[in-house]
């Protein structure tokens, strides 16, 4: 019998987990961009985001109540990768990535 659990904890999430929601919120960030992306970039960027995730996975499950503080991750680890991929303005793609993850 344990005497002290936490209250709050949760398991960390599988691969399978992270690449749905990672692509979810590529595929929210398109919408909101209003732009075209070919579904081959957006495959690129998924991957390339879901490498930063697991590469970074204990800081942000964390921080995964966190919203502002993980879209500020994003911003500082991917939108640049994925801006200069799909060929616009980073601001305008973090802009439409916080409105789509609600931060």
Not at 4 to 29: D, V
Not at 70 to 93: M, Q
């Amino acid at each position: 019998m344990k005497m002290f659990q936490e209250k709050h904890t949760a398991p960390l999430p599988s691969q399978r987990t992270i690449r749905r929601a990672c692509a979810n919120e590529l595929y929210r960030t398109v919408k909101r961009l209003k732009r075209h992306v070919p579904a081959a970039l957006v495959e690129e960027a998924e991957k390339l985001y879901v490498e930063r995730v697991i590469g970074n996975l204990l800081w942000i499950h964390d921080h995964r109540s966190n919203r502002k503080a993980l879209a500020d991750w994003w911003d500082e680890t991917v939108r640049d990768d994925i801006a200069k991929l799909w060929g616009v303005d980073g601001d305008r793609l973090s802009h439409a990535f916080r409105g789509a993850f609600g931060a």
